[in-house]
């Protein structure tokens, strides 16, 4: 088994895409009518899968984001995705120093989900495995 997406509701389709466009993600395709409204496919460069969904329908905005903790993108030099984005007029948090190579920073989407983005030390793997807690 393998997780695929997350489907994450947003209240204005447009301005999610903006923002998630702005930290990274590509559209790769739309189902413009579902029970759950339309849905938005978005893809990470280098990811050969999707694995964000925008959920959208004007009838039922986002009113709780409690459901969802936060959202974990890795990047592969925080400093400067920090300041890419900052000329992007998205604002992120300043980095914070965990040791040993490791650096995380926080933002928030436009209906208020927390993304934490994760600058892995050298020679770790590309994501959090068991390895990380022995």
């Given amino acids: 088994m393998r997780m695929l997406h997350l489907g994450l509701r947003v209240s204005d389709l447009e301005r999610s895409l903006a923002f998630y466009t702005a930290v990274g993600y590509t559209r790769i395709g739309t ?3 579902t029970p759950f409204g339309s849905l938005t496919m ?4 280098g990811d050969p899968f999707c694995s964000l969904e925008l959920v959208h329908d004007p009838g039922r905005p986002v009113t709780d984001t409690g459901a969802v903790n936060h959202l974990v993108i890795q990047v592969d030099d925080l400093a400067a ?13 300043p980095p914070t120093d965990h040791g040993e190579g490791m650096h995380t920073a926080w933002l ?12 892995w030390p050298p020679g770790h793997a590309a994501g959090m495995s068991a390895a990380d807690f022995a």
């Avoid at 928030?108 to 600058?119: A, K, N, S, W």
């Fill in 42 to 45: 978005l893809q990470l460069p």
């Fill in 108 to 119: 928030t989407d436009p209906d208020g989900y927390r993304i934490e983005l994760v600058q």
């Fill in 81 to 93: 995705t920090v300041a890419a984005l900052a000329a992007k007029d998205v604002t992120a948090d």
């Fill in 31 to 33: 189902v413009p009518e």
